[in-house]
């Protein structure tokens, strides 16, 4: 069975560029979350999708993202325009349930460079 | 691999000993937290688990105790191999409603052959 995959595992912009990252998630997973690790720092929380619903959109740092998960399947997050700091790995990662002691499982990331 | 100029904290350890890796949680409220482990150019990789119900949890090389007191969570690998080589993050589950992870800053763990 095919993990959590993320297209391209890396993007290198020009700042006001705009860039579209992709995440599908493990066949059959309603979960589907994103999340940021920003020049070495902790990993974040972006947010949190249920199917096509976003349940949780409270780390999105601004109005230049944008996630959608049309259908309820694979995710795309746009940065729209993008700017140095979003220089980072952006990590998409899905579950089957939530709850506590639900395991969630990560993709390889996509490595965004924003010159 | 890492960004330049990254500065984690590192723990450099020799083939064979065991390994230590601590982290603090800030909210006395998590109940489930879990450990990850990251290589160079993949994603977090579950490691193990623990509820808050518990203060120790053991795997395979691997044990997770809690310290719900001070709020302190620690990894120890036995036995360290240089495949144990990565980035090692502590992660705290705050809602079970959206199973939203709660990451901590990550410690490299170098293994010296």
């Known amino acids: 069975e095919a993990g959590v995959t993320q297209f391209p595992s890396h993007s290198v912009i020009e700042k006001g560029q705009t860039v579209t990252l992709r995440c599908d998630p493990i066949?059959?997973?309603?979960?589907l979350y994103w999340y940021r690790r920003v020049m070495g720092k902790e990993i974040k929380f972006l947010l949190h999708?249920?199917?096509?619903?976003?349940?949780?959109e409270s780390g999105m740092p601004n109005n230049r993202f944008l996630a959608e998960r049309t259908g309820g399947t694979y995710s795309t997050l746009k940065v729209q325009p993008a700017e140095l700091e979003d220089s980072g790995v952006y990590f998409c990662?899905?579950?089957?349930?939530?709850?506590?002691?639900?395991?969630?499982?990560f993709g390889q990331g996509t490595r965004l460079t924003v010159v | 691999g890492e960004s330049v100029g990254l500065h984690l904290p590192t723990l450099s350890v020799q083939e064979g000993d065991n390994s230590i890796i601590n982290c603090a949680y800030s909210?006395?409220?998590?109940?489930?937290f879990i450990w990850y482990k990251q290589e160079s150019g993949k994603g977090p990789q579950f490691i193990i688990d623990?509820?808050?119900?518990?203060d120790k949890r053991q795997g395979q090389r691997v044990t997770v105790l809690l310290n719900k007191t001070v709020k302190h969570l620690s990894l120890q690998i036995a036995a360290t191999q240089p495949g144990d080589s990565a980035v090692y993050f502590c992660a705290e589950n705050r809602d079970g409603a959206t199973n939203k992870l709660i990451f901590g800053t990550g410690t490299l763990l170098a293994v010296q052959p």
């Open positions: 990662a899905s579950s089957q349930l939530t709850g506590s002691n639900t395991e969630a499982f």
């Open positions: 066949s059959g997973h309603d979960n």
């Open positions: 999708f249920v199917k096509e619903s976003k349940q949780d």
């Open positions: 623990i509820r808050s119900n518990m």
């Open positions: 909210n006395s409220a998590s109940d489930y």
